[in-house]
């Protein structure tokens, strides 16, 4: 049976709504991405940069002084827990202050505010494909040979995107009402990374925070990573499960917050 191609609803999706919105969400990803190398004479080479230089910085100073050298391929070791804990972290930063720098474009123009935190999370996925350049170099540079399992990583983007966005979205909405959550939030960063294994062996810790590392989400991408592109292991199914389970239970949270606040944000930008 044939549609009326009137009142056919696939004629109407995608809706220009979306389509505008996603026309506005690559337009703000474009300006990040030129804002952020403008005037660099590296350009986008510093994405690739930066995790090299930070995982020779810490490679060297726990190398030679807390001696963490024996953990086999340390700076592999580094690089990975680093560059997907900063997908986190730099996200949900930038996701934070994103509606309250935007105060100029919301009161002027009606817009979906929804763009702005997830633009930002975007715009740090796109670093974080550069990054895996680094990624690949370190491999290339230790004779570490990759394994089939490394196609598992859209999959682990797919879990860290989701969790990054719902942070973001609801340290959004709530750094328009209380603009410390933009002080303490770099606390919690702080803290966080150093609960997670970024550069030492969880071994080190005792029993009990061995056990509470379970509850860390950032460890499960972290130890994600690390399985496939360091030690060639298949994540299980479980791990798979716990993983998209922080995602969506982040998007979910962030998402239902943002929506129920955004209304009233113009009273507080």
Known sequence: MQSNGKNDPMKEFPTPAMRRNWFTLCMLVSKD??????????GVVWSVLNPLLMMAVLALVFSNFIKFADIPNFPMYLILGNTIFALMSDSTRDGMASILESTSLIKKIRIEKLIFPLEKVLFHLLNFCFSLVAVLLVM???????????????????YAVLFSAGLSMLLAAAAVYFRDVLHLWSVVITAWTYATPLFYPIEILPAWMQKAEFFNPMYHYVTYFRDIFLYGNTPSLTENLVCLAFGLASFAIGFAVFRKLEGKFILYV
């Open 33 to 42: 991405f030129k804002k952020k190398y403008r005037r660099s004479a590296l």
């Open 140 to 158: 290339i540079f230790f004779r570490i040979m990759p394994t089939a399992n490394v196609l598992w990583l859209p999959l682990l983007m797919l």
